[in-house]
Every structure is written in structure tokens, then in C-alpha cells.
């Protein structure tokens, strides 16, 4: 079965510094994978996708992934951390069903990023 | 206007309620999913719906329904509603026949809150 795991609920850095979220995926087949990004009292938003194209990713505010099959790994990093990069970011993964086309996605636990001036 | 809005963004009820959460959409998606969101545990399916003919249940559908009452409209219910139910919903939308990458992208509303006592 497809799964996601976000290691670390809680992260925290300087500003200025390397954001590093953590995000390992279980997966049969090549899986499409996600970060998503919620700040408060808000809905998620798409920060970037992967979908086979190519292994590292590029997404919005300076944040990028790279897909690694032999760690199964999809993990989301950013140079420098600025402070509205507050925010819970969330790691997914699709979940294709045999025999048919439609999907559905699974999401991690999530990890809240807060930075320090 | 919200892509995706959800009404009420707000909602304080007692044990043994029947409460109703709406989702209406602009962005001519075919799938509408309801998701819900706990501290620690990210965001679980409750059900999904590919199109208005189409519903089906997610990871933790008891003590729920949906109704699909046009394309733009998918509505949650909780019959009767129990304090373990206090939790975020939220409605989420994709395209169905952009091809499988598109179909994952999902469109957020920006959740409801609610409070069962």
C-alpha cells in the first residue's frame, strides 16, 4: 500500500538558514509525490509536484524537492528561511488504483516550520 | 470570490446534532473530496467524488454522508454529531480528465471549523 512519512512534527531555524522537511514515501509503483503548504487559518495550497519529469523540483517561494528512488525519499528544502515561511507543510503522495485510472491522495502528518529572527 | 468556498468557516454544536457542511466551487472541477485535518495526523478522506453520479468512501467515512448535488456542490453531513468529531474539514477539488498528474493537484477551500460539545 502507498503510504507518506514526515519525520519531525516540529521543526525550527534562524532566518537565513537551511529549511530541511523530511518526507519519505512507500510506494509499489513510481509514485506522483507533493508538497503542499498551509499557513494559518488557511486552506492547503500546491508548493510543488513531481510527476516523473525530472527528479529535482522546483516550487513556489524558493522551495525545492528532489526525488530519490533509491531512498525513497521526497524531501523539501529551501537556502534561506524567511520568516512568512512560517506555515505547516504537508508531503503526499497519489494512490492509483489497479484496474482503473482514478486516484486518490494520501497525505503525512505534516510538519510545522517556525522560524526564528 | 473563493475557487473553492466553504460554509460555515465557523461552527459550535452540541453532542446528538445534525449538522451540514457545504462546498460549492467555480473552477468546473469534476472531483470534490472532503478531507479532515487533526493535530498530529494530517488530513484524512472522508469521501470523495468523481463525478455527481460517483461517491465513495475514504479512510474514515463512519458517521458521515455526502450528497453530490450538481457538479459544483458537494455537501458533508454528520447525522449525529459526537465531540470526536470536533475537528478542520476541509473541500478540496481536482480536474478528472486532464490526465493523471492533473488529477492530483487539488484546489483548497479554506476549511470549517467545527466543535462538537
Known amino acids: 500500500a502507498q503510504s507518506v512519512t514526515q519525520l519531525g512534527s516540529h521543526v525550527s531555524v534562524s532566518e537565513g538558514a537551511l529549511v530541511l522537511l523530511r518526507c519519505n514515501y512507500s510506494s509499489s509503483v513510481p509514485p506522483y509525490l507533493f508538497w503542499y503548504v498551509q499557513y494559518p487559518n488557511q486552506g492547503l495550497q500546491l508548493l510543488l509536484k513531481?510527476?516523473?519529469?525530472?527528479?529535482l523540483v522546483k516550487g513556489i517561494n524558493g522551495f525545492e524537492a528532489e526525488f530519490k528512488k533509491s531512498e525513497t525519499s521526497f524531501h523539501l528544502t529551501k537556502p534561506s528561511a524567511h520568516m512568512s515561511d512560517a506555515a505547516e507543510y504537508f508531503c503526499a503522495v497519489s494512490v492509483t488504483y489497479r484496474y482503473s485510472s482514478a486516484s486518490k491522495i494520501i497525505f503525512g502528518s505534516g510538519t510545522r516550520l517556525s522560524i526564528r529572527p | 470570490d473563493a475557487d473553492v468556498t466553504q460554509t460555515p468557516r465557523n461552527r459550535i454544536t452540541k453532542t446528538g446534532k445534525r449538522i451540514m457542511l457545504e462546498c460549492s466551487q467555480t473552477?468546473?472541477?469534476?472531483?470534490m473530496y472532503w478531507y479532515r485535518q487533526d493535530p498530529g495526523l494530517g488530513l484524512r478522506l472522508i469521501y470523495y467524488s468523481f463525478d455527481v453520479k460517483d461517491i465513495n468512501k475514504g479512510e474514515i467515512s463512519d458517521g458521515y454522508s455526502v450528497s453530490r448535488q450538481a457538479q459544483a456542490k458537494f455537501s458533508l453531513s454528520l447525522e449525529s454529531a459526537i465531540p470526536n468529531q470536533t475537528a478542520l474539514y476541509f473541500c478540496?477539488?481536482?480536474?478528472?480528465?486532464?490526465?493523471?498528474?492533473?488529477?492530483?493537484?487539488?484546489?483548497f477551500g479554506a476549511g470549517s471549523r467545527l466543535t462538537v460539545l
Open positions: 473552477k468546473g472541477h469534476d472531483r
Open positions: 478540496a477539488t481536482s480536474v478528472g480528465t486532464a490526465g493523471i498528474s492533473g488529477a492530483n493537484v487539488l484546489t
Open positions: 513531481y510527476t516523473s519529469a525530472a527528479t
